[in-house]
Structure formats: C-alpha cells, structure tokens
C-alpha cells in the first residue's frame, strides 16, 4: 500500500489511467476532497427516496417526518459504506438508498388498510403524536417486511446460493425488471412535477444541459501536488456535478420568487410548495443531532404480501450488485473479485439493509452505479477515499439541522430531478440489451411482452380495487402486492420465457454479458487488491473447515455463471473464459 502520494504516473500508466488505486492512500487533504466528491454524487438519487417515501406514507406535509427520514437516509449510507469497503467486497463502492424498494413499497401502500385517509378525517385539533402515528404506522409495516427479505439476502450470500441462481438470470430477464422500476414511477416524479411544472422543467433542462452540452468543458482550479507545487489544474465540474448545480440554480430562483411574492403564500394553492419557505418551521423544530436508534417508531409488523414483493426487490437488488461489483474491478484496473468477495459483498449489503429497516430507513442500501463510473472520470479508486466518503455521509446523518436544510428544498425541483433519475433507471435497463440479439423475433417478442404486461397489470389492478378474491384475504394481499410490482410482472416473465422458449446462447446475449461482466482485461494490466479481510486472514487460513465457508477468504470455490433450461452455459472459471477459445 502506497501512502500519501499526490501522483504516482508509473502506476497510472500500468492501470489504464488510474491515479490511485484500491490499494493506494492519497495524502489527508486530497482523500478528503476526493471524499467529498464521491460523497456530494450520491446526494442526488439518495435524498429523494426520502421525498418520495414521505408522499407513499401520507406525510407530505410533515416536514419533520422528512428530515428524520433524510437524516436517517445519509446515516445509513455512511455505516453502509463504511461496511462494505471494509469486510465486504473492499472495492471503492459507495453504498446509497435503493430505488428498486419503491415499486413494492408503492404496491403495499395501495393496499386498503394504508391507502392515505382524507384531509377531512385529520381533526385539526390532532396531537403531533396523532400525526406521527398516521405515516409511523405505515412505515412500521416497511420495516419488518425490509428486515425479513434482508435476512433472506445475508443467507444468499453467507451460502453462496446466488452463484446457482444466476445461472438462470440472462439479459431478457434484467432488462424489463430494470427498465420497470423507472417506467413505473413515472406518477411519483409526476405529482412533484405537478406543483410548478415550470420550475420542474428548468431543472432538468440545466441538468441536461450540464450533463450533456457542458459535460466536456473543463473549469480551472487552483490545486497543488509535491511535484508541481501551487498550480492551476482543469476540472470537469458540470459532468460530475449536473445534479447540485440544477438543485442550486432552480432554488436560488424559487427563493427569488418566494421574496417577490410571486409564489402564493396561501396554503392551499398548488404552488405553494414551490415556495423556498414553504417548510422553514421544520429548521426550528429539527434538533442540532439526531441520533438514529433501533426500532424508534415502535415495533416492525410482518405480512407475507410485503415480504414477497420486498423479497423480489431484493433479488433484483443483488443481480444489479454483482454486476457493479465487476464493473468497479474494471474501472479501477483491479483483478476481478473471488467468489468469496461477491459472497461476502451480498452479505454485507443484506446485513446493512436490516440494520437499515431496524433504524426506520424505509429503503435498502444498495451499491451506486454513478460513483462507480465517477472511478472513470475522477481515476480514483482509492479504497480510503471511499471509507473516508460514508464518515462523512454518516457525520452528516447525525446533524440533525443538515437533514432540516434539505427539507427546504421546493418540490417541484424535487420533481424535476425525479424525472431524469427515473428515466436513466430505465434507460439502463433498456442498455443491457446490447448484449442480445436484437434482431432476433424471439427476443423481441420477450422485451415486448415483459415490459407491456409489466405496466398493464399494475395499472388495472390499482383501477379495480378488489379484483382479486381468492377467498383467502392473506392471499389476495400477496397476490395484489406482487401483481401491482411492474418489475416482479415484467421480470417473472423475462425469466420464463427466456429459460423455455428454445434460442442459442448467443442469441439470448449470455455469452457477451459474460464477457463484459467477468473480462477485465489483460493480466499484466491488473492491480493486485486484497479482497481478503486484512491482519486476521492468514489466522482463518490456517483452519481447514474455514474453506468450507462461502464468505472465508480461504473458499476457494469456483463460480459458474449464466445459463438456462435452453442454451446452457456451464462450466469452470477456466473454461468460461471469454478468451478461451474452446468455448
């Protein structure tokens, strides 16, 4: 492990570019800026799950009831990082909110018992605590059906179980879950929208404008390195920043017109919560640290329809984690993870997310795909960077004022912000498809019926309440819960269709998905990284029945990847070698 450097080039050279490496320690000031970085890119997609679940669990209203929930959001994105680049797969990933929890979220709220009550039934004479209880009650429900499914996903990983499941999970199973995920909320984003569509607009027209026309400029920057000393270096900072400058720029104009009295100052008025002050109270009422502890809104309920659809979130939530696994490895010119990593990085992510449901996040943790392509921009992939990054995310959890400042945000901007978040989910569900023939009539003809039957169910369950009547009424809630996941419709049917309906492995895209997820390049260009547990390892190596166990750093188990009842793909880590060519 190489401390303190500025710069090393030799190394850089032999890593595709990288500055610093997994292994590398940049000097303090640097990793706390790099840190920083990292920790500022995932703010964007992290805060809005709290605005949404504040919207799904009828507290829009409750300004305190959002900044708890933020507050609680950036704390376990901390402990979450700091877990999973310590004893989990040990790459540089940041772990943030998932928005893949939010479709079954949404369909356990239409669920009649925690459909939002009228306006009208909430005396006005109401206690806080009544008000809390309304969205604590609701969330309680989240939080033990998020726990039992996150046990589910620490035993996938502790056993190694997910290794056989892949087999059967190809790009045509993915790709609708994925892409479904963004196309079903297109409501969510809407009914933020909604509250100024003009603000709504400018927001994404700056962060597309920032992202897309501005992306190449480079802004100079005063820096300074042992080698060049005190220097101007260039900074790609629209490309790496496109969400704060948009939230920045449209606040700025919301409070301009808040002054301005533009904006109504009634509350009743639609616009209303466009206004910069609209929450201002919660700033008073917030306290300076908020401490999140276990089981603060009471004791978590069960059902089995919300562990169902929370278990279906979690599964897609892991197959989109291994991929970020590789796709870290390969962006930081480290050699691919063990077996034993990727078991231990589901592990850690389970073990997060229940820590996550015990605390009352409402969401998983899961890893984030933008600050792993941060790596490509920024070339830092400095493991202490990233430890560095979840000490922030978690020190700012714990301010509870923090959490208050960005209720303020107006939500139109909120809105806006949704609207490309949620469509580049479903744009990089769609991208997976690269992998496929696409000429191919068989293949379309699953992405066609996945993704039409993945929005057609939901819809014409949630326009007939009650069209489903087994006779058993715990049925009937699995069944509405399930059916009412566009990504669980959608993904059930990839799946089937792809695993029984004949096609070659080239033709169902497993062949190139596997070698863009498991090829990482030539191993001369390859940085050693340990993936092992430091100081304690060579002690566990020195147990025998330690080999035994999927997440030891001594198993040594090879995985087997990608295949299905049609056009298997089996073998070992020899024979799958993209390179082979005896494939």
């Given at each position: ?28 000031h640097?990793c ?11 703010l ?20 305190d ?18 877990l999973?680049?310590?004893?989990g797969?040990?790459?540089g990933?940041?772990?943030g909110?998932?928005h ?6 949404v ?6 018992k ?34 039992l ?8 990983g502790?056993t ?8 059967f999970?190809?790009?045509l ?5 994925i ?14 929208n909604k ?5 709504s ?8 404008a ?6 190449g ?12 000393k005190?220097h101007v270096?260039k ?8 969400v704060?400058?948009?939230i ?11 002054v ?11 616009n ?7 929450r ?26 919300g ?17 970020d ?41 899961t ?7 941060a790596?490509?921009?920024?070339k830092?992939?400095?493991r202490?960077?990233f ?14 004022k ?10 139109p ?12 989910v479903?744009?990089?569900g ?10 191919s ?11 039409i ?17 087994t ?6 809630q ?19 269709l ?20 498991y ?11 340990q ?5 304690i ?23 087997i990847?990608?295949?299905g ?5 089996t ?13």
């Open positions: 492990m190489r401390e303190g450097q500025d710069k090393p080039q030799e190394a850089e050279a032999n890593r595709g570019g990288i500055v610093y490496g997994v292994e590398d320690v940049p000097s303090p640097l706390f800026l790099f840190a920083l970085q990292q920790a500022l890119l995932c964007g997609s992290t805060l809005s799950i709290p605005f949404i679940l504040t919207e799904l669990l009828c507290s829009r209203d409750n300004a009831a959002r900044a708890q929930l933020l507050c609680i959001t950036m704390f376990m994105c901390g402990v979450a990082t700091i999973q680049t310590t004893t797969i040990r790459l990933i940041i772990q909110g998932s893949t929890f939010i479709a079954p979220i369909a356990m709220m239409s669920i009649q925690f459909r939002c009550p009228d306006v009208s039934a909430l005396q006005e004479n109401a206690t806080v605590t009544d008000r809390d209880e309304v969205w604590q009650f609701r969330l309680r429900e989240i939080q033990g059906n998020l726990m499914a996150s046990v589910t996903q620490v035993v996938l502790c190694g179980l997910m290794g056989f499941f892949l087999r999970i190809g790009p199973t993915i790709a609708p879950t892409s479904l995920i963004g196309l079903s909320l297109t409501a969510v984003a809407a009914d933020f509250i100024h569509w003009g603000i607009i400018l927001t994404l027209v700056v962060m597309v920032s992202s897309l026309y501005l992306g400029f480079q802004i100079p920057f005063p820096a300074y390195s042992r080698e060049k005190c270096t900074y790609p900072f629209f490309q790496l920043m496109p704060l400058i948009s920045i720029i449209s606040w700025i104009l919301c409070h301009v017109l808040t301005t009295d533009v904006f109504p100052n009634n509350v009743t008025s639609v209303y919560y466009a206004r910069s002050d609209a201002l109270d919660v700033l008073d009422s917030m306290p300076w640290f908020y401490f999140p502890y276990p089981f603060q809104f009471g004791m978590p309920t069960f059902s089995a329809a562990y169902v659809g929370m278990l279906a979130a979690t599964l897609s939530s892991v197959i989109e984690s291994i991929g696994y590789f796709a870290c490895a390969r962006l930081s010119g480290a050699q691919p993870p063990p077996i034993h990593a990727l078991n231990r990085g589901i592990a850690t992510e389970g073990f997060s997310s229940i820590i996550s449901g015990m605390v009352g996040a409402g969401h998983a943790t890893s984030y795909s933008g600050n792993i392509g790596i490509g921009i920024t830092v992939a400095s202490r960077v430890q560095v990054a979840g000490l922030i995310l978690l020190v700012c959890g714990i301010i509870g923090f959490g208050a400042v960005l209720t303020l945000i107006p939500d901007i909120i809105g806006g912000s949704l609207t490309v978040v949620f469509g580049m479903a744009a990089v769609i991208s997976v498809l690269q992998f496929t023939d696409l000429g009539t068989r293949n379309l003809t699953i992405v066609a019926v996945s993704i039957l993945g929005l057609m169910v939901p819809q014409w369950l949630q326009s007939n309440p009650g069209a489903i009547d006779g058993n009424r715990d049925l009937d699995v069944l509405e819960v399930l059916l009412g996941t566009a990504m669980f419709v959608g993904g059930i049917l990839g799946f089937i792809d695993n029984t309906v004949p096609g070659t492995p080239e033709e169902r895209g497993l062949v190139k998905w596997r070698e863009n997820t090829s990482s390049g030539s191993a001369q260009e390859l940085t050693p990284v993936y092992e547990w430091p100081y390892t060579k002690y566990i190596e020195k147990l025998k029945c330690c080999s035994y166990f999927p997440v030891s750093p001594s198993f040594k188990e090879i995985p990847v990608c295949c009842t049609r056009g298997q793909i073998g070992t880590e020899e024979e799958m070698d993209p390179e082979n060519t005896n494939l």
